[in-house]
């Protein structure tokens, strides 16, 4: 399989050269030459196939050119070697609980499936590969975690300094081995020109084998159909396929769903569920797609003004806005209204959603209000914990702290403190 680039300014690569990339040389977003079908045999005996087989199935096509079958089936499966439970909460609502991996967010199987590839491309060129990425919180989690003891791979973390919760802290600076974090004084936005004058140096980039772990990465945006699948192997009801509603910030975990849709998985519909940064809702309205400045919300892994990966849907539907309504409605939920469902639902329900997962809900909601009969899943991105410090009050009580957190919080801290200066990153990558 081939990928080339949506500005169309660089020629097409392999998967093995689009992943080490992330970017293509003219900043576009790399994109399939086409999108293959998922077999038969698959969509129809699903049930009855085991989950790392359809993970293998899902990916193959695109990487088996450049990864042979073993490594490449052993890869999938440690992506997804962690429960994906489909829970019943409402009649017609279901939760597909994405938050068991090793830091409780979906991004763990993205993350999971991409180190592991470039741990293997890095092992054929005999090279370290040094992954070089600034995380405002999350993001660095998943990254650091999913990278942690894979060989021929080094991974260098920046942070700055007091801005991240006391559990992402601890997920980014306790691993040790192979992960590194450096404590950068300054906010996030010192942290991210450092990295990229780290990646436009070019003594650097001679003597290390320098690459990001980007979110628009294809080898972290691809395996996320891998959950899609999962979620379809448990839908009881096949002949009446699900409205499925995703928490959307950058539109990477929606767009992967769509990819699934279009290789063959049956959905009724999509729901891109926004927070108050409210983009794409804005596009579906008026026609016409407007950046916008980010505003902060209690679902702030969703505070996007810009969504890097909403190209690439527009691309699934060759720029046919009317033909991308059929399939996907958007719709925009305020802090408010997410408050309110995550207390009713917990309350009611008995079950306890995180922030991205309620904004989710009560788009799914509203949607099936309009559209009896049809029944839907909505993706629940992160555990509540890990939000703590919004759902707490919202619930009056404590969120039970998971065995895994627990042991997180136990451990020591090591990072590297450091101003905001990019000599002093160049150095430390240089000499360390
Ligand atoms: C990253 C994230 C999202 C948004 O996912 P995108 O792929 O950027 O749309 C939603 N929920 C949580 C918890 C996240 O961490």
Redesign the pocket.
Known sequence: MKFYSLNKQSPAVDFKEATIRGLAPDKGLYFPEYIPLFTKELLESIDRVDNATIAYEVIREYAADVIPPEDLGRIAKEAIDFEIPLVQVDDNISSLELFHGPTL???DVGARFMSRCLGYFAKERNQKVVVLVATSG??GGAVANGFYNVDGVEVVILYPSGKVSSVQEKQLTTLGNNIHALEVKGNFDDCQPMVKEAFADKELNERLFLTSAN?INIARWLP?QFYYLLAWKQWEDKSNPPVIA??????????AGIMAYKSGMPVKHFIAACNANDTVPEFFRTGKYEAKKAVPTI?N??D?GD?S?FIRIQKIFSDDITDMKKMISSCSISDEETRNILKKVFEEKRYLM?T??AVAYLALQRYLENNPGSKGIFLE??HPV?FYDVVEPIIGQQVPIPELVQQQLKKEKSAVLMNAESNLLKEYLLHS
Do not use: E, L, W
Request: proline share 7%; charged share 15%; glycine share 10%.
């Open positions: 967010a979906f991004k999350d993001t979110s996320q995703v928490p959307s910030g950058n539109f990477g975990n929606i767009c679902s892994a969703m996007v969504p990966n995180d991205h997962g991105t992160a890990k």
